[in-house]
């Protein structure tokens, strides 16, 4: 039998040239960016150098500023107003400590225990962010009152004698002293730390508590072995919220303190708008926030946290 041989298969038909892809496209996220980069360059970087600028001038008000780089400024800011730096680092550090105390159990409840009432606690959590910052710290100044309950059940329980000895207080009264304007930082930075808080212990699996129980794991345990370290994020990201603003804070130590308790936020507003020394108030205000920026990282990187720098 002869062999069947086939034909031959039509030739493809031809097609067009693969275009290449459009690069329309290429600058969308820079153009989705140029917002946010514009906002920070004017409302930012030029405040920024400006300020750096008007640190190293001379001169007077009368006669003007010039720029002669004149270093020195930053030295004797320094020597003559570190007792204020000193009083809110520490000032800052005592109200965030107290910020972490009262707040992670509230945050641990509203996570874990508050149920179908979660959204009113959280709401009453965020509801003096409706009140003026202001309002909420001249409030402070009756509650702290010479006259007022909370001094009375202070007296009757003596703690203000514990307080007096910690030179916090002096004598029978909170107002003018360390103890009112720690206070009044807490109060108002609070939320600031419940909040991270919050965020992070509800992300935690609860079948790890449950298994940490089978394990024959007592509550302390579980709560030092697998809560706490899961919720270290919300502990810096809370912590770092509310030391960074409490220690550039003027307003709880203006209203609720005295001379002896003015902080470097104090020493700030009466150099720009006081005594006008332009140049000292800049120099102050970099010193602060290079502070600020080193015990930050410091913190951060001693905390394990680096990746929410």
Not at 44 to 71: C, D, N
Not at 154 to 175: E, F, Y
Not at 235 to 254: E, H, R
Not at 271 to 300: E, G, H, K, N
């Amino acid at each position: 039998m002869a062999a069947v041989t086939e034909a031959p298969a039509p030739p493809a038909p031809a097609t067009p040239a693969t275009k290449p892809p459009r690069r329309r496209g290429r600058f969308t996220p820079y153009w989705l960016l140029l917002p946010g980069i514009l906002w920070l360059l004017v409302f930012f970087a030029l405040p920024m150098i400006y300020q750096g600028s008007t640190s190293v001038q001379t001169g007077s008000l009368e006669q003007g500023y010039k720029v002669t780089w004149h270093f020195a400024t930053y030295w004797d800011a320094l020597s003559t107003y570190w007792p204020q730096f000193l009083r809110s680092v520490l000032y800052a550090a005592a109200a965030t400590l107290l910020c972490l105390v009262l707040g992670y159990p509230l945050a641990y409840l509203i996570a874990f225990r508050a149920g179908r009432w979660r959204n009113l606690v959280m709401i009453l959590v965020i509801a003096p962010f409706f009140t003026s910052f202001l309002i909420r710290t001249l409030a402070w100044k009756t509650i702290l009152a010479d006259n007022g309950p909370v001094v009375g059940a202070l007296n009757t329980l003596h703690v203000l004698d514990v307080t007096n000895w910690l030179g916090w207080t002096a004598g029978d009264r909170v107002l003018a002293t360390p103890l009112a304007v720690v206070c009044g930082l807490t109060y108002n930075f609070l939320p600031f730390m419940i909040l991270p808080l919050y965020t992070s212990l509800e992300r935690i699996d609860g079948r790890l508590h449950e298994a940490a129980g089978d394990l024959y794991a007592t509550p302390f345990t579980t709560f030092r072995k697998v809560t706490f370290p899961l919720s270290m994020p919300g502990v810096v990201s809370g912590t770092l919220l509310t030391f960074i603003p409490a220690a550039g804070d003027y307003v709880n130590a203006d209203l609720l303190g005295s001379t002896d308790t003015r902080m470097v936020g104090n020493v700030i507003q009466t150099q720009f708008l006081r005594i006008l020394d332009y140049p000292t108030a800049a120099a102050l205000s970099f010193i602060l926030m290079a502070a600020i920026l080193a015990m930050v990282t410091f913190y951060i990187r001693r905390s394990g946290t680096e990746d929410l720098v």
